[in-house]
């Protein structure tokens, strides 16, 4: 599964999305970074990172990151800090800090479900469509929820 695809539709990315990570990268570059920089940033390495792509051009973002890592890979984590902020920033600032601490309280998992229904997607849908505009995504994610029938 490509982090770029099923983790929030990064090569096409909502207006939003993209201003919160510019000037210092692209949503596409970000999310790799962010993904290579996993253990440094939440203390856990990834093992795998698939980039999936529909066309040649798909790779460009992809690989100007692993060039960056390779050769910047300081300043490559401070730049993906400094974007990780002003997400959290943004979607505190919308949906506010209780909320975030909260929201997934309650909510059963698919498998504590009647119908194997995945709850706890459908409140990250809401926060993401309201923190940073990615209703796209968000329908697209719902979309295999409401085709998740047994």
Known sequence: ISAMD??????A?????????LPEMEP???GVSWLWNHEALLGSPIHTCVVGAARAADLDQPSVAAHLQGKQPDDVLAKV?????RLDKSAEEVLGK????????GVPKSNKSKYAVEHNQIVWAHNLIKAWGMHG??????TSLENNRK
């Not at 099923?6 to 090569?11: I, V």
């Not at 209780?98 to 309280?105: G, P, Q, R």
Request: with cysteine; glycine share 8%.
């Open 6 to 11: 099923k983790g929030g539709k990064l090569y």
């Open 81 to 85: 800090k400094i974007i990780q902020g």
């Open 28 to 30: 596409m570059t970000y």
């Open 98 to 105: 209780e909320w975030l601490e909260s929201c997934y309280e």
């Open 13 to 21: 990315p909502s207006n939003k999305l993209r201003s919160l990570c």
């Open 137 to 142: 995504f968000a329908k697209d994610r719902y």
